[in-house]
């Protein structure tokens, strides 16, 4: 368990950008860790996770309902799955299309509040991943943000995995070029990016969520 290593990480990153602490949020990714490993971050003081796959998400967040964890659905969504993410989840970063979170919205219970989004943009292009691309990314929030049962936070993206450090920066940093010129309109707080390899590049860039999970756990079982 190497929370405490990772959060140090955080702190002194936010540090040395100027940042004042607490700027950023971690999100452990718990995807594949056991409910052990989750339950030990928790008892650190860990409070948001993340899970990518929905089956093995159900079955962690009934055995820890008792629990005060935010839970993020940060994987990909088949639109015949909405209604269970819609129901167990607080978050959902990977939001991609008008379809999806129509079903979202009209799925969620209205007494659970509404879910809090993320639409996740495919910044490179990149043929492999997922989201929306930069070109739609304003007719998407438009149309999300006026969902009556979502709430859009901010936006989400993994770059395209490369060991070119100038890549992911360019990456990180038009990101946040267009959550800025976009925040204003749409009151967002949270731009999700940054990973066990980036956080540091992703931080230096403007982001106020990284989403850790080999970092914090160590390797995926
Ligand atoms: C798995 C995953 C992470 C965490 O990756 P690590 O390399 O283990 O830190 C972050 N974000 C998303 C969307 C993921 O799928």
């Known amino acids: 368990m190497n929370l405490e290593n990772v959060l140090h990480t955080i702190r002194s990153v936010e540090k040395g950008c100027g940042l004042s602490q ?48 935010e839970w993020h659905f940060i994987g990909r969504i088949q639109s015949n799955k909405t209604k269970l993410i819609a129901e167990n989840f607080s978050w959902v970063q990977t939001v991609c299309d008008e379809k999806v979170a129509r079903r979202l ?7 659970l509040g509404p879910l809090n989004v993320c639409i996740q943009v495919n910044v490179d292009g990149d043929p492999d991943k997922a989201g929306v691309s930069l070109e739609e990314l ?12 979502l709430r859009l ?10 060991d070119d450090e100038a890549q992911t ?5 038009k990101l946040k070029q267009v ?5 204003p309109t749409y009151g967002f707080d949270t731009l999700s990016m940054g990973m066990s390899g980036d956080l540091e590049l992703a931080i230096a860039a ?6 850790v999970g080999a970092g914090v756990f160590g390797p995926r079982g």
């Open 22 to 69: 607490h700027s950023v949020q971690l999100l452990a990714v718990s995807k594949k860790q056991s409910i052990k490993k989750i339950h030990q971050a928790y008892d650190l003081g860990q409070r948001a996770f993340g899970e990518n796959y929905l089956q093995e998400a159900i079955e962690k967040i009934h055995y820890l309902k008792q629990l005060d964890i």
């Open 105 to 111: 919205s009209d799925q969620r219970l209205v007494e």
């Open 138 to 149: 304003p007719k998407l929030c438009d149309v999300v943000s006026q969902f009556k049962h």
């Open 153 to 162: 936070r901010g936006l989400m993206t993994i770059p395209q995995l490369t």
């Open 169 to 173: 920066k360019a990456t990180f940093e």
């Open 179 to 183: 959550y800025d010129e976009l925040q």
């Open 206 to 211: 403007g982001s106020t969520m990284v989403r």
